[in-house]
């Protein structure tokens, strides 16, 4: 029993240090939301993320956006958006709710090949590396 212990708390130390990220690692990284969790990503547009140092930019379906960015381990602070403010009827929706979850998003992690951001266990947004 206390061998079977040993290795299970070995396993929850080693699967926590993989879920660690480095700010360093994804700068210059593209992304491209694939899921936005409680809804059905429309067809006519598309959100993006791009990380530059401690700056993100991208397109929030409409809209182009910019902010700052932190991250040390796990966590992660995106600093206050800014964006242009075209009117898109048909957008807006997916926009204010990929906008929100990205200055919510508190937790930063990798699951295989795709970029998870989530408020405190709670998944916000999952992306897809585009380069």
Same mark, same amino acid.
């Given at each position: 029993? /206390? ?6 708390? !070995? &396993? %929850?130390?080693?699967?926590? %240090? =993989? ?6 690692? !994804?700068?210059?990284?593209?992304? @491209?939301?694939?899921?936005? $969790?409680?809804?059905?990503? $429309? ?5 993006? =993320? ?11 379906? %409409? ?6 960015? @932190?991250?040390?381990?796990?966590? #992660? *602070?995106?600093?206050?958006? #800014? ?5 898109? @009827?048909? =957008? ?11 200055? *919510? &998003? ?6 295989? &090949? ?8 709670? /998944? ?8």
């Amino acid at each position: 029993m /206390k061998n079977y212990l040993y290795v299970l708390f !070995l &396993a %929850c130390l080693l699967g926590s %240090c =993989l879920e660690k990220v480095d700010l360093a690692s !994804l700068n210059g990284s593209k992304w @491209e939301l694939t899921e936005l $969790p409680g809804k059905t990503l $429309p067809a006519n547009g598309k959100g993006t =993320l791009n990380i530059d140092g401690n700056k993100i930019g991208g397109k929030a379906f %409409c809209n182009g956006f910019g902010g700052s960015v @932190e991250v040390t381990g796990n966590k #992660i *602070r995106i600093g206050e958006i #800014i964006s242009t403010k075209m009117f898109c @009827e048909q =957008l807006s929706e997916f926009e204010q709710a990929y906008i929100s979850a990205l200055e *919510r &998003a508190n937790t930063v992690k990798m699951e295989g &090949a795709k970029l998870v951001l989530s408020d405190d266990g709670q /998944k916000l947004l999952v992306f897809s590396k585009t380069n």
